[in-house]
C-alpha cells in the first residue's frame, strides 16, 4: 500500500482536472487507481452541477412549451413549529409550489390533450425534477406536468390528490417485534414495502385522449417496489409514499 502527502496549494496532473486551494496537509492512501478521462473542458463525467439558470430583469413573462409547467418553488422553512431558527443545513429543501403558468398541452394520438393542472395550484413534483431558474426575484423549476406528483392545497400530505398514473399510499408500521417475539430497535426495524391506498389519480390518457382507469383503488392493501415513489412525513407522524401504479406489486387481502 503507497502512502502520498500532499500538501501543494494546486496540483495538476495528466488525466486529472485541476484542484485549487487545498491548503493543508492531508494523507492519501491508495491501493490502486485509475486516471480519470478528461476533455477541453477538465470536467468529471459524472460529476453533475444543477445551478440555477438566471432570466436577465428585462424579460418579464416566461411562457412555458407543450407539456412544461412554470412553478414558483416554496420558500424552505427557517424554523421549527416551535420557533426555533434551522441552520441552513438543517433546512428540508421544499418539493412543492405554486404553478404559475403552464404549456398549451401535447398531443396523444390525434388528439391535444390541455395541461391538467391551473395556474394558482399548489402542486408537489418529483424531487429531481425540471430546471431550476431565478426569475422575477424568486426560484422556479420549469418541468414537465408529468413530473407533478399532484395536487396539495393543505399542509398534510393525506390530502394529496395524486395525478395521472400516480397512488398515494399509507405506509404500513413497521413490525415491532420478530417472528420469535424479540422486540426490535428503531435501528433494527425493516421498513415496509406494504401500505393501504388513500388516493388514485384519474389515470393516464390514451391515443384517443381518453382516461384509462387504473387498476387499485383507495383502501386496497398493495405490495409495492421497495425503491420507488417520493416519501412524506404526515402531520400525525405517518409515513406515505407517491408511486407510479406501475410499480405496485400487487394487491393483499
Not at 500500500?1 to 494546486?10: G, I, K, N
Not at 402542486?123 to 424568486?138: L, N, P, Q
Not at 391515443?207 to 412525513?233: C, D, M, Q
Not at 404526515?234 to 407510479?244: E, M, N, P, V
Request: aromatic share 4%.
Amino acid at each position: 500500500m503507497a502512502t502520498t502527502q500532499l500538501t501543494a496549494s494546486s496540483i495538476s496532473g495528466n488525466g486529472f482536472a485541476s484542484f485549487e486551494g487545498l491548503r493543508s496537509t492531508c494523507i492519501v492512501k491508495a491501493v490502486s487507481f485509475t486516471p480519470l478521462k478528461h476533455n477541453n473542458s477538465r470536467s468529471f463525467s459524472r460529476l453533475v452541477v444543477k445551478a440555477a439558470t438566471t432570466v436577465a430583469p428585462k424579460y418579464t413573462t416566461l411562457k412555458p412549451l407543450g407539456d412544461r409547467v412554470l412553478v414558483k418553488i416554496k420558500t424552505a422553512e427557517e424554523k421549527t413549529v416551535g420557533g426555533i431558527l434551522l441552520p441552513v443545513t438543517a433546512q428540508s429543501k421544499p418539493n412543492g409550489g405554486e404553478v404559475v403558468a403552464v404549456g398549451e398541452g401535447h398531443s396523444a394520438g390525434k388528439i391535444k390533450v390541455d395541461i391538467s393542472v391551473k395556474t394558482g395550484a399548489q402542486v408537489i413534483y418529483s424531487k429531481y425534477a425540471g430546471t431550476e431558474v431565478e426569475f422575477d426575484g424568486s426560484k422556479h423549476l420549469i418541468l414537465k406536468e408529468d413530473d407533478i406528483v399532484g395536487i396539495l392545497e393543505t399542509d398534510d400530505v393525506k390530502d394529496l390528490q395524486p395525478l395521472n398514473d400516480r397512488v398515494l399510499i399509507k405506509v404500513a408500521e413497521a413490525e415491532e417485534k420478530t417472528a420469535g417475539g424479540l422486540l426490535l430497535t428503531e435501528a433494527a426495524k425493516e421498513k415496509p414495502s406494504i401500505g393501504s391506498i388513500i388516493a388514485v389519480g384519474p389515470g393516464p390518457i390514451d391515443e384517443e385522449g381518453n382516461r384509462k382507469p387504473l387498476s387499485v383503488s383507495p383502501g386496497n392493501t398493495v405490495l409495492y417496489s421497495k425503491y420507488a415513489g417520493s416519501e412524506f412525513k404526515g402531520a400525525d407522524g405517518s409515513d406515505y409514499i407517491t408511486l407510479r401504479v406501475s410499480d405496485v406489486m400487487a394487491v393483499l387481502s
